[in-house]
C-alpha cells in the first residue's frame, strides 16, 4: 500500500507540474510570436543579403560581402561570442550567359533557355551542336545503350511527379539526373546533357543545381545545362515530329582551384549547462541567379532572429545556444562537415541541431531525426504550436547542413513551410525578395524560437530519470 500511495503521490506532482508548466510555455510562446510579429528585424536584413549582396555563390565576393554583414548583424545583438569558421570551398563560375536554340534540318531556329548546371564544364568555344536522344531518367540509358547514345546530347526529361503531397519527395524522385546524369551519359560516349528543370510550374525560368561528374576523367567530362520546364515541353514535342532535329549550346563555365571562405557562428553561453549546445541554422550561400532569398536567405534570418527573439523576450537559456550560418551547402557541403569535424575535435555535446533550408513560407510543423524516447517527449509539446496552426510534427530528414551531426543522440530538426510555391523559385532567377512574404517569414522564425525556447526548457536527459521515478 505504501509503494501505491507514493506512486499516487508522484503522479499527481508530476501532472501539477506539468499543468503549471503548460501554462508557462503558453505564455512564453506567445511572447515569441508578439515579438517576431510586432517587431521582427528577419525582412529586414533579408532585403540587404538579397538587394545590396544578390546570389552568394561560394568563392565568389558576394558570398564574402554575406559573411561580413551576417558577423556584423550578430555583433550588434549583444552575443556572448560572434566568431568565423574557416573553411575551403569549391569555385565555380557561370561567365558569359549561356546561349542555345533548337533547330530543324531546313527549317528556322528556336531559343531556348538554359542554364549551366553548378560545377559543369564549359562546351568549346565554338559551342556544341548534335542531334539529342531523349530519355526518361538515368535507367533509361542502358535500355538504348552506346549504340544510339555516342556523340549525341541526352534529354533527360523525367518531370516532377505531380501526384506527391510532398514536393522534397517530388524532387527527390528525378534529382538523381541532375546530379548525376552527365556522369552516366559520358559512360556512353554523349556529348553533352541537358536536363529538365526540377519545377512543378511550366515557365521560361530554367533551375540550376549542383552536379558530379564522380569518377569521370577531366578528359571525358561533358557539358550539362537545366532547361525550362517550358522549353523541356517544346523540345519534347519536336522531337516527335523529327527525330533528327539539332540542339545547339554554349556555355562559359569555369572549375577553379578551392578558395578560404567561412561558417559565421554567434551564441548566447548557456546559464546552467554551457557545455550543452542547441544549435539552429541555414546556410548563407546561394545559387548566382536570383538573390537567394528563399534558398537559403530565409533560413540565415530566422536562425538569426531565434537568438534576438530569445534575448527581447527575456529568456536566458539554460543550454548554450548557437546559431551557424552555414557556406556552401550549395556545391560540396563543406561547411557543414566542416563545424561537426571542430564540433567532433572540441568534443561539444550537441543535444540539438535546428535547419531551416525549405523556404520562408507559412510554417506548417517540423521533422525529426530522434529516438523514441525523444520523439515522444517532442510530440507533447505540439498541442502548444497548434494555436499557430503549426500542426506537422513527424519523424524524417532534418537537414543537410546539420546531417553530419548525426551520432544517435542528437535529435535533428528541419522546420517545414509550406511547400507547394518553393519549388517554383527554387535555384531560379525568380528566387528573390519579392518573393518572399514578410508574416510568413517572421512566423517561422517564431516556431524555431519556440522549438529552441521549448528544448531548452526541458531537454532530453530527464526522460530517463522520470521512467527510473515510475518503477
Not at 531556329?109 to 539529342?132: K, W
Not at 549550346?249 to 549546445?277: A, F, H, L, T, W
Not at 512574404?437 to 522549438?451: D, I, P, Q, V
Request: proline share 3%.
Amino acid at each position: 500500500m505504501k509503494k501505491i500511495a507514493a506512486l499516487l503521490i508522484v503522479l499527481v506532482s508530476l501532472n501539477a507540474r506539468a499543468q503549471s508548466n503548460s501554462q508557462q510555455d503558453s505564455l512564453a510562446l506567445r511572447k515569441l510570436y508578439d515579438v517576431a510579429l510586432l517587431h521582427g528585424q528577419g525582412y529586414a536584413w533579408l532585403d540587404h543579403l538579397s538587394n545590396y549582396i544578390g546570389g552568394r555563390l561560394s568563392g565568389s565576393v558576394s558570398a564574402q560581402q554575406a559573411v561580413e554583414y551576417t558577423k556584423a548583424e550578430m555583433e550588434k545583438l549583444g552575443l556572448d561570442r560572434v566568431w568565423l569558421q574557416p573553411v575551403m570551398v569549391p569555385k565555380w563560375t557561370r561567365g558569359t550567359p549561356e546561349y542555345a536554340y533548337v533547330q530543324s534540318q531546313g527549317g528556322p531556329s528556336t531559343i531556348v533557355n538554359i542554364l549551366a548546371l553548378g560545377g559543369s564544364v564549359a562546351t568549346p568555344d565554338t559551342g556544341l551542336r548534335a542531334n539529342v536522344i531523349e530519355v526518361q531518367g538515368i535507367e533509361d540509358l542502358a535500355r538504348y545503350g552506346r549504340e544510339q547514345i555516342e556523340g549525341k546530347i541526352v534529354f533527360y526529361n523525367r518531370p516532377m511527379r505531380a501526384d506527391l503531397i510532398h514536393t522534397f519527395e517530388a524532387y527527390g524522385g528525378c534529382v538523381d539526373q541532375r546530379y548525376s546524369g552527365a556522369a552516366e551519359a559520358a559512360k556512353y560516349g554523349a556529348a553533352g546533357v541537358i536536363v529538365r528543370s526540377l519545377s512543378h510550374k511550366i515557365d521560361e525560368y530554367p533551375h540550376t543545381g549542383s552536379m558530379s561528374y564522380g569518377d569521370v576523367p577531366n578528359n571525358e567530362r561533358i557539358p550539362a545545362a537545366a532547361i525550362s520546364t517550358k522549353d523541356a515541353e517544346y523540345l519534347s514535342s519536336m522531337l516527335k515530329l523529327n527525330k533528327d532535329l539539332e540542339f545547339y549550346y554554349k556555355m562559359n563555365c569555369r572549375n577553379y582551384e578551392d578558395v578560404e571562405s567561412y561558417n559565421v557562428i554567434g551564441e548566447i553561453k548557456g546559464s546552467e549547462r554551457p557545455d550543452e549546445y542547441i544549435i539552429v541554422g541555414g546556410h548563407l550561400d546561394s545559387w548566382d541567379v536570383g538573390d537567394g532569398a528563399h534558398d537559403d536567405g530565409a533560413g540565415v534570418v530566422q536562425s538569426m532572429e531565434v537568438l534576438r527573439l530569445l534575448k527581447e523576450s527575456g529568456i536566458k537559456p539554460k543550454r548554450t545556444i548557437r546559431v551557424v550560418l552555414f557556406m556552401n551547402e550549395e556545391n560540396g557541403l563543406r561547411g557543414g562537415n566542416k563545424y561537426a569535424e571542430v564540433a567532433k575535435k572540441n568534443k561539444e555535446n550537441h543535444i540539438f541541431a535546428l535547419e531551416s533550408d525549405s523556404g520562408g513560407f507559412t510554417p506548417r510543423g517540423f521533422s525529426f531525426e530522434a529516438r523514441d524516447s525523444q520523439y515522444e517527449k517532442i510530440q507533447g509539446w505540439k498541442p502548444l504550436f497548434e494555436p499557430y496552426l503549426v500542426h506537422y510534427f513527424a519523424r524524417g530528414g532534418s537537414g543537410a547542413d546539420i546531417g553530419p551531426l548525426k551520432n544517435g543522440s542528437t535529435v535533428l530538426a528541419g522546420l517545414r513551410p509550406d511547400s507547394q510555391r518553393y519549388f517554383d523559385h527554387h535555384h531560379s532567377a525568380t528566387d528573390t525578395f519579392d518573393a518572399v512574404n514578410k508574416r510568413e517569414l517572421e512566423l517561422g522564425a517564431a516556431t524555431m524560437a519556440s522549438l529552441v525556447y521549448l528544448v531548452d526548457k526541458y531537454g532530453f536527459d530527464d526522460i530517463e530519470n522520470e521512467s527510473e521515478i515510475l518503477k
